[in-house]
């Protein structure tokens, strides 16, 4: 979705509905939009993609959406905004959310973007809260560049390594997400993306212990392992939230997982 946006061959436009936008591929490549994806809206709500999408080359296709932008209006037909540094990807604990159809309840969706901006009140790094107690905006997107702007040093030193295709994540001891795609370059294109979006997780005054690292570490090398023959599958794209709906795709040959995430196990 970055790439499209910037080469100008992506619009988007508000559908009318807080459960999808309009995308128009101009462009003669599909176009992939990630289930989490943040579409931060100037002038109408801002939502959360809900699954994950290729829109075909010349087309116009309808996203399922959630709205992440409390007590806000809505304007059919609104040009959304193509300035892509606002375009991140929500919280592990809002795209939890955004993995499937069955999932995506948006009271859920709303409840969570409002405890999540609350936490960030009470959390602190470097001595200083993460957003300010008089902080008032509603809209997930601006909760999130908060926090990115202020580990945007750290972040800077995460850097991609030679083929690395997914990102583990690990906050005051807890394994909090697995990130697995399909190619090298895929990663790549998406890895500041992903960083981003944890920077208000893993900004804490609170180290990890030692001990707890190499545990963890076990534990996300035991879940790598599980995943790997499914990489190998041929086909469709699809999205996978539970290990036993990977591995089940495994034996449906008609698809093949581009992104593979499994949060808060």
């Not at 809002?94 to 959390?123: F, I, M, P, Y």
Request: aromatic share 4%.
């Amino acid at each position: 979705m970055n790439e499209a946006l910037k080469a100008g061959v992506l619009e988007l436009r508000d559908s009318g509905s807080i459960d999808s936008l309009i995308a128009v591929n101009k462009g003669d490549m599909p176009i992939l939009f990630i289930a989490g994806m943040n579409v931060h809206a100037e002038g109408t709500q801002s939502r959360v993609v809900v699954g994950s999408h290729l829109v075909p080359a010349k087309s116009k296709t309808e996203i399922p959406c959630r709205c992440t932008h409390d007590v806000h209006p809505i304007r059919e037909g609104h040009g959304i905004m193509t300035d892509v540094e606002h375009y991140g990807v929500a919280s592990p604990s809002v795209r939890a959310h955004t993995l499937g159809a069955s999932t995506a309840d948006q009271s859920a969706v709303w409840g969570k973007v409002r405890r999540h901006r609350e936490t960030l009140k009470s959390k602190s790094y470097r001595g200083k809260p993460v957003i300010a107690a008089a902080e008032s905006s509603t809209r997930h997107s601006d909760i999130q560049a908060r926090a990115v702007r202020m580990m945007r040093e750290e972040l800077s030193k995460v850097k991609p390594q030679d083929r690395q295709v997914g990102l583990a994540v690990i906050s005051e001891g807890k394994l909090m997400s697995l990130e697995v795609f399909d190619s090298v370059e895929t990663y790549r294109q998406l890895h500041d993306k992903l960083t981003a979006r944890f920077a208000s997780e893993i900004a804490s005054d609170k180290a990890t212990p030692k001990a707890e690292l190499t545990k963890l570490r076990k534990e996300m090398l035991k879940q790598l392992r599980s995943l790997s023959v499914q990489l190998q599958v041929d086909g469709q794209a699809g999205t996978y939230h539970t290990e036993k709906q990977a591995m089940n795709a495994l034996w449906d040959k008609r698809r093949r997982a581009v992104h593979y995430c499994m949060s808060h196990f």
